[in-house]
């Protein structure tokens, strides 16, 4: 069983940078396919961003060039950073950790975090 525990979330000014972190209970970590989904209040949850146990990494299109997901194989974390936010950018975001081939599928993800809430006011 992985436990993933999200941190780094808040409030702030569009354009603004945040840098969300997730981290990992288990050392099976590095077998996995980490990503970053995101639920706005009445939306269904999205797809952000993820990195593959060899590194490539993938992004949703509304992210690309503001977003960079990376991950830390010694400390068994993964982070996001968020640059150049906009009122848009505002939900719930969630760590995920899976073997799946569908990067941007939430079916391909096992573990799931509990969230950390990104607010970006105008």
């Known amino acids: 069983q992985v436990q993933l525990v999200e941190s780094g979330g808040g409030l702030v000014q569009a354009g603004g940078s945040l840098r969300l972190s997730c981290a990992a209970s288990e050392g099976t970590f590095s077998w996995y396919n980490m990503a970053w989904f995101r639920q706005a209040p009445g939306k269904e949850r999205e797809f952000v961003a993820a990195i593959s146990s060899g590194v490539s990494t993938y992004y949703v299109d509304s992210v690309k060039g503001r977003f960079t997901i990376s991950r830390d194989y010694a400390k068994n974390m993964v982070h996001l950073q968020l640059n150049s936010l906009k009122p848009e950018d505002t939900a719930v975001y969630y760590c995920?950790?899976?073997?799946?081939?569908?990067?941007?599928?939430?079916?391909?993800?096992?573990?799931w975090g509990q969230g950390t809430q990104v607010t970006v006011s105008s």
């Open positions: 995920a950790a899976g073997g799946g081939i569908d990067f941007d599928t939430p079916t391909s993800y096992k573990y």
